[in-house]
C-alpha cells in the first residue's frame, strides 16, 4: 500500500496482518529502541514490544474471530530495515478499548451511517499511554508522516468510517492533529515517587488522617492471617499462572462478564517476557485466594489485571496499590500506573493525569458533531482535574513531613 493518495511523501507503507510477519528485533527497534519516544520518558514500554503484542495474536485473544484483526502499518527505510510502525487492528465492535466511542457508534447508525469498520491504532485490552506511532531513532522524519498518511489510505480502502489512536503521547497527538484529527482527553490516577525514599517516606508526606487509613487498610487486609508473595521471572511457574487466571476469571466475568484474555496467553508472556512480569500472589493458609499482575517498564510499573475467589476488606488495595508502591520504591521505578479510572486511588497516594487520544472521522457533518461533543467535554476533564489536584491527601507544608501521632 502507498500513502500518496493520502498526499503525504512518497513513502512505501506496508500492512501486515500479524505479528508473525514482522522479525521481533524489527519491532523492537522502533517500539523499544532505548530512548524515549516523543512526550514519553519510559525508555521501554512492555505493551508495544513484540512479545506482549504477539502473544494477544498467538494465543487468539487477538484475531478476527474477536473483532481485532491486526492491519499494522509498516515503514521500509532505504537501508532495508524498518523504519517506522504502528499497531493497527479493524474493529467490528468497541469492546476493550477504555476510550469509549459506542455512543458514538450508536448516534451514526441512528443516522442511518455504517460504524464499523473502524480502524483502532491501541494495544488490545490495555489503558496505558505509550507509543503508537512508533519510529526508529534516526530514521527520516517522513517516516512519521508515512505512518499517519497510511492511516488515511487504509481507512479509505476499507471504507471504514473513522481511525482511533488511543493512548497515546502528546507530541504525537499534536502530529495527528495538525493533519485533521480530533483530540480527546481523558484522565488516569498514577502514584508519582517525588523522593519518598521508601514506604514510610511515602506516608510520612501525607496528612495524618490520610496515612493513619492507609496503615490501618494494611493491617486488616492481612488481618485474617493472610501473606503476601512477590514472584518475578522465572519464579512464576504454570502453577501460579493457573492460580492466577482462576482469579481473573472469577473476578473478570462478574465486572464485564467475558474476561478479554485466555489461559494460553497467560503461559505465553511468561515465556516471552517473564522479566518483565511482577505476579503479586495473597494466600490464606498456603492456599492462593487473589492476585495482580504487573508489567515493568524502564521508569514505571504497571498494574493491569487483578483477581481473587475470596473476599476481604482492603485486599485489593493491599495487592494492587500498596505493593506496587512499595515494589516502586524498592526498585527504583519513578511512576505506578493501575489502570484505567477509580477516583478511590486519590485517597492512597495517586495523582491525576491527562490521558490523550486522536480521532479521524470521515463524514464531515458526524465530524462536526463529533468535533462539538468533544470541545464540551475537554472542559469537563480539565475542571475535574483542578477539582482532583485540589483533594489530595499529602501535607501541605513544604514535604518535610514527620511521621507523628501513629
Not at 514510610?200 to 487498610?217: D, M, Q, T, Y
Request: aromatic share 10%; charged share 25%.
Amino acid at each position: 500500500m502507498s500513502d500518496r493518495a493520502a498526499e503525504t511523501p512518497p513513502v512505501e507503507v506496508r500492512l501486515a496482518q500479524g505479528l508473525g510477519a514482522v522479525a521481533a528485533a524489527e519491532w523492537n527497534a522502533c517500539a523499544n529502541p532505548g530512548t524515549p519516544h516523543p512526550g514519553l520518558d519510559e525508555t521501554h514500554n512492555p505493551f508495544v514490544s513484540h512479545a506482549f503484542l504477539s502473544a494477544l495474536e498467538d494465543s487468539g485473544c487477538v484475531g478476527s474471530r474477536t473483532g481485532w484483526s491486526p492491519a499494522h502499518l509498516l515503514v521500509p527505510g532505504a537501508d532495508g530495515r524498518l523504519a517506522a510502525a504502528a499497531p493497527c487492528y479493524l474493529k467490528s465492535h468497541s469492546m476493550g478499548e477504555y476510550v469509549f466511542d459506542s455512543g458514538w457508534a450508536d448516534a451514526y447508525e441512528q443516522a442511518g451511517g455504517r460504524y464499523y469498520p473502524k480502524l483502532q491504532v491501541a494495544v488490545p485490552f490495555t489503558p496505558v499511554s505509550g507509543p503508537r506511532l512508533m519510529v526508529r531513532p534516526g530514521a527520516p522524519d517522513e517516516a512519521r508522516a508515512a505512518l499517519i498518511g497510511g492511516l488515511k489510505a487504509l481507512r479509505t480502502q476499507i471504507g471504514a468510517s473513522s481511525t482511533h489512536v488511543t493512548f497515546l503521547g502528546e507530541p504525537d497527538c499534536e502530529a495527528l492533529a495538525a493533519r485533521g484529527y480530533l483530540v480527546r482527553t481523558d484522565k488516569q490516577f498514577h502514584w508519582i515517587d517525588e523522593g519518598f525514599g521508601d514506604f514510610e517516606g511515602f506516608l510520612a508526606a501525607l496528612a495524618s488522617r490520610k496515612r493513619k487509613a492507609i496503615r490501618r487498610e494494611r493491617r486488616e487486609a492481612l488481618a485474617t492471617g493472610i501473606t503476601i508473595e512477590r514472584l518475578r521471572g522465572r519464579e512464576i511457574t504454570e502453577a501460579h499462572w493457573d492460580a492466577f487466571f482462576a482469579f481473573y476469571m472469577d473476578t473478570g466475568s462478574r465486572k464485564w462478564g467475558r474476561p478479554y484474555l485466555n489461559r494460553r496467553f497467560f503461559s505465553l508472556i511468561g515465556e516471552r517476557m517473564a522479566e518483565r512480569i511482577l505476579l503479586v500472589i495473597a494466600k490464606r493458609d498456603g492456599r492462593p485466594i487473589a492476585g495482580a499482575i504487573n508489567f515493568i517498564g524502564d521508569r514505571a510499573l504497571y498494574g493491569r489485571n487483578w483477581g481473587c475467589i475470596e473476599d476481604h476488606p482492603f485486599l485489593h488495595f493491599e495487592v494492587c496499590y500498596y505493593q506496587a508502591i512499595d515494589f516502586a520504591l524498592a526498585h527504583g521505578l519513578a511512576r505506578v500506573e493501575a489502570g484505567a479510572q477509580g477516583e478511590h486511588k486519590l485517597a492512597r497516594g495517586y495523582r491525576p493525569v491527562t490521558t490523550f487520544s486522536a480521532h479521524d472521522i470521515a463524514d464531515p457533518g458526524f465530524r462536526r458533531a463529533v468535533a462539538d461533543y468533544l470541545k464540551r467535554e475537554r472542559g469537563y476533564v480539565a475542571a475535574a482535574q483542578a477539582e482532583y489536584e485540589g483533594a489530595m491527601p499529602y501535607r501541605q507544608d513544604s514535604g518535610t513531613a514527620g511521621r507523628d501521632d501513629d
